[in-house]
Nanobody, 125 residues
Framework: QVQLVESGGGLVQAGGSLRLSCAASVRTNSRYAMGWFRQAPGKEREFVSVITGSAAYSYTADSVKGRFTISRDNAKNTVYLQMNNLKPEDTAVYYC??????????????????WGQGTQVTVSS
């Protein structure tokens, strides 16, 4: 069982930055790909970014590419999402997820085994 705890959300003005963190309760390196999803009010949850266990490969949604960067520190069992040039449409609850089964269909949330409770990000215009 893997427990994930997100932190770093908050209120920021458009153009600002935030860094989200997701701490895992167990060692996740090599075995688990770690991803970020988000859900805006009234919308379905959507994929944001993923990084493989070894951190050799990452994939980011077009909607945030060039502004968001995913990284991980396996020594700390933590994955990060650096969010720059935030826009009001980035407002959402951001969820961290872990998967031991995803290899190519990264946007398929059904392949993620464990989820955090979410952290709210609000971007004001």
């Amino acid at each position: 069982q893997v427990q994930l705890v997100e932190s770093g959300g908050g209120l920021v003005q458009a153009g600002g930055s935030l860094r989200l963190s997701c701490a895992a309760s167990v060692r996740t390196n090599s075995r688990y790909a770690m991803g970020w999803f988000r859900q805006a009010p009234g919308k379905e949850r959507e994929f944001v970014s993923v990084i493989t266990g070894s951190a050799a490969y990452s994939y980011t949604a077009d909607s945030v590419k060039g502004r968001f960067t995913i990284s991980r520190d396996n020594a700390k069992n933590t994955v990060y999402l650096q969010m720059n040039n935030l826009k009001p449409e980035d407002t959402a609850v951001y969820y961290c997820a872990a998967s031991s089964r995803v290899y190519s269909d990264f946007e398929n949330e059904a392949l993620y085994d464990y989820w955090g409770q979410g952290t709210q990000v609000t971007v004001s215009s």
